[in-house]
């Protein structure tokens, strides 16, 4: 093994002697290039430097041999500049800040060495690089490994949260589903009984009501699940006729809000199409039910229906106080209820996500438009044949 020359002895216990003054400057510059993510406290920031400084002066004491820096600095220093890395992941450094704060390092020797008027030999110039390359690669190299623990951890997460869901799920869909298809059952049989009293008759007909809306907040429940895990709705398109669709959602609104007016125009004839009828039904519900839930009991909700050979536009509108601008670009986010102020029993805020949702999945889309002077409109927009729609989805 080789060891330094007289110069670099010398140097080395000029850089142990100034090290505060040299790790001052550093820490001075880190401040003034803003460097990592936030400032930390000095102590923090400083971390290992004064131990990396002692392997910058020991390298050179030991000079090169002639093929690599001997084995007693390159261990030593890549150890501190682990430890190094991994304290800076922990701060929020990313790999380019890492970097960034080693070629500060280099920066301040090497200003600090032309303000001494040391006349740098080639060796000694070559063990400076080394040192601080083998830390910057140890650190970068630390740091990358860490956070490529922290994502694997991340991911194991994740897999055990949506296991987790997915078994929650099925015991919402079995264990809850099913006692309140008994209630509804009981509760339609009992209602068609005879000699019920007007109070008896309103019990059954809330308690009815109730279990409905149970019922559909868990369709919504398990419809955002399977998109969730999926990345999209699942649907099974077949041959069907749009116009059917529209006149039963119609249909089925009137009974459930009794008095409402819903008016239809546009295309009145037969609409073939290549859809999933029941995912279809469900969003022409979503749209009617939320049409007449937010407007005036005596406006009239009304139902556009346009057709060409490419593709079916249902456009539901009514006169219910307009949408505020700000909340537009969000009406069709997960947990966005139509009204903020409606208790939150009412409605998961999850029908027009999952509306939406259906649409993308047949190709299509679902836009909204509102304002004061001409109400607020929901339009469906659907191909006539979705996108690979021969295969069931």
């Not at 106080?321 to 986010?333: D, Q, T």
Request: glycine share 6%.
């Amino acid at each position: 093994m080789s060891t330094g020359s007289q110069q670099a002895h010398a140097l080395a216990e000029q850089l142990e002697r100034d090290r505060q003054v040299i790790i001052a400057r550093w820490v001075e510059r880190m401040r003034r290039r803003h460097v990592g993510r936030q400032p930390l406290p000095t102590l923090e920031l400083i971390d290992s430097l004064p131990e990396f400084l002692v392997r910058v002066a020991e390298a050179l004491r030991q000079g090169l041999p002639s093929d690599d820096l001997d084995a007693e600095v390159t261990q030593p220093t890549a150890e501190v500049a682990r430890e190094h890395g991994v304290h800076r992941y922990r701060h929020g450094f990313d790999v380019r800040a890492v970097v960034d704060e080693y070629t500060i390092l280099l920066d301040v020797l090497l200003d600090y060495l032309a303000e001494k008027q040391y006349r740098l030999e080639v060796p000694e110039l070559r063990a400076i690089l080394r040192v601080v390359s083998v830390g910057v690669a140890a650190a970068v190299d630390q740091l990358s490994a860490e956070r490529d623990t922290a994502v694997q951890a991340s991911h194991a997460e994740l897999l055990q949260a949506r296991e987790y869901e997915r078994q929650l799920i099925g015991v919402v869909s079995h264990d809850l589903r099913n006692p309140l298809a008994i209630i509804l059952n009981c509760a339609a049989v009992m209602m068609r009984g005879q000699g019920l009293s007007e109070l008896s008759a309103r019990s059954l007909q809330r308690l009815r009501n109730n279990a409905e809306r149970a019922v559909r907040l868990i369709g919504d429940l398990l419809d955002f699940t399977q998109e969730r895990s999926l990345g999209r709705m699942p649907v099974r398109p077949a041959d069907c006729d749009m116009q059917q669709l529209i006149r039963e959602a119609i249909e089925e609104a009137a009974l459930t809000h009794p008095g409402r007016t819903i008016d239809q125009s546009g295309e009145m004839g037969a609409i073939a199409g290549h859809w999933d009828r029941d995912r279809v039904a469900q969003v022409l519900t979503n749209l009617l039910d939320n049409a007449l839930k937010f407007s005036p009991l005596d406006s009239r909700v009304s139902v556009d229906v346009d057709a060409d050979e490419e593709q079916v536009t249902v456009a539901v509108h009514n006169w219910g106080a307009p949408i505020p601008p700000e909340r537009l670009g969000s009406v069709f986010e997960a947990f966005q209820r139509a009204d903020p102020t409606a208790p939150a029993r009412v409605s998961l805020g999850l029908g027009l996500h999952i509306s939406r949702e259906i649409a993308r999945s047949h190709g299509g889309s679902l836009d909204v438009d509102s304002a004061a002077d001409r109400g607020t409109t929901l339009t469906l927009t659907l191909p006539r044949r979705p996108p690979g729609a021969g295969n069931a989805s």
